[in-house]
């Protein structure tokens, strides 16, 4: 915010406001960034970036219109010309489907400075890294990959009082190995690097490739299969980002119900799972109330500052709960439950399994890495279609064998649930293929006794 502070800066647009409401929401976020290939740190670097987002609102005899525009680097100078092009952005709206009365409040210490980062979050990681790559080279293995940490401050306020903030640090490690065995990749999310443990991430990369030195073509088939938590964590997402309210209710999901209305209250999994959200859930701390730079179909502007706490979207195998917003609350009769940004699954009491002990329990079957180009195919029953990715091995007899030529699969997650035969203990992961999204995940590896692999994928 040039010469402003991102307080200071919601302040004015506050002040400069002609409309009949307004929420101002300020993001500051720096970023240091480390990136290597071939057992060489090619890049780093640290950025900074802002942005200002004016939400002005119009009352009319028909009910209220939103206008909402979002801009970068605002100078001090520049922050009226937002708050005009929100206002003129909300005279030539409809009234919003999701008006409700703003909220006031106080979250966090409104008055402190910006939280960031810089390159010494690496004071760690950076030498095991070096060690890594030397340990890579003498063995004939190429590591590629990057880090990256973002602290992002956000500061929201209302013409209704309203003054919350939070910060959100977001930093992930993603380590991928080539050699002799093909390729292999292990990634991790966190809030500082304090908790990476690159020796042991590189040990794993090592006894994959290792399984990889033995090569088995296996056909197309519906194979008993044991997913990392981190294959498990990008279907469960996709379930998550399934689960509005008011799209189920109108008969568009899976998650509607025949006849009409949805399936809260249906027994989904044959096993008593749980998957919630809690923003102060340990490892995965999200913020504690709504923001919201845009109304979607399971969030609104208006909803900003709500409070959140722990949700169950699924409740010992029953679904529990779908993500909504106060107004989609009022038109389905379900209680207010927006969305969190973290996600959690556990299994039944008891089950604390890793995913080693689960595989030694195998008699014959399949271990997969994790999945990627993940897409829909068909939302009345959520079934997804995409490829695996960076080692699928056969198990016999506890053993991992060899690794197998990768597949195309076609599953539902949420048949998945229905289906499963084993799982294991909950630890935070990372996502594959959604880590660009949503990175705050903990998940447990899972046994499904029939996970299609539709076709073979020439993909390597």
Known sequence: MSALSPQEAVERALALSRGDDCIVIADESSTANLRW???????????????????????????????????????????????????????????????????????????AAPADTGIGVYRDVAP?????????????????????????????????GLRARHDQPAGILELNAKGAGGSAWSGVSTRDFADVDVPAMAAGLNRRLGWGERRID???????TVLPPSAVADLM???????????????????????????????????????????????????PFVVAHASGRTESVFDNGLPLGPTDWIHDGTLAALTQTRRSAEITGLPITPPVDNLLMTGPDGADASLDEMVARTGRGLLLTCLWYIREVEPQSLLLTGLTRDG????????????????????????????????????????????????????????????NMSTVSEAS
Do not use: C
């Not at 071939?38 to 939400?55: A, D, R």
């Not at 890294?129 to 880090?147: K, S």
């Not at 048949?415 to 084993?422: A, H, K, T």
């Open 237 to 287: 997402i996709y379930l998550y980002w399934s689960t509005g309210a008011r799209d189920a209710a109108d008969g568009a999901t899976v998650f509607s119900a025949p006849g009409g209305g949805t399936r809260v209250g249906e027994k989904l999994a044959n096993l008593p799972v749980r998957l919630f959200s809690d923003p102060a859930a340990a490892g995965v701390e999200a913020a």
């Open 218 to 224: 296996l056909p197309a088939g519906r194979y008993e």
């Open 128 to 160: 095991a890294l070096g060690a890594a790559f030397a340990e890579a080279a003498a063995g004939d293995r190429r590591l590629y990959g990057f880090a990256n940490h973002v602290v992002t401050s956000t500061f929201v306020g209302s013409s209704a």
């Open 392 to 451: 699928v091995y056969l198990v016999e007899d506890g053993e991992v064998v060899g690794a197998v030529n990768n597949f195309r699969f076609n599953e539902s997650p949420v048949d998945l649930l229905g289906r499963l035969g084993e799982v294991g203990g909950t630890v935070p992961t990372l996502a594959r293929e959604w880590s660009d999204y949503f990175q705050r995940t903990a998940m447990p590896p899972v046994r499904v006794p029939d996970f």
């Open 37 to 111: 290939a071939g057992n060489t740190l090619t890049t780093n670097g640290v950025t900074s970036s802002g942005q200002l987002t004016v939400i002005a609102l119009r009352r009319s005899g028909d009910g209220v219109a939103a206008g909402v525009v979002s801009r970068a680097a605002v100078g001090p100078d520049e922050i009226e010309d937002v708050v005009r092009a929100a206002e003129a952005d909300a005279a030539s709206n409809q009234p919003a489907d999701d008006a409700a009365a703003l909220l006031a409040g106080e979250f966090g210490d409104w008055s």
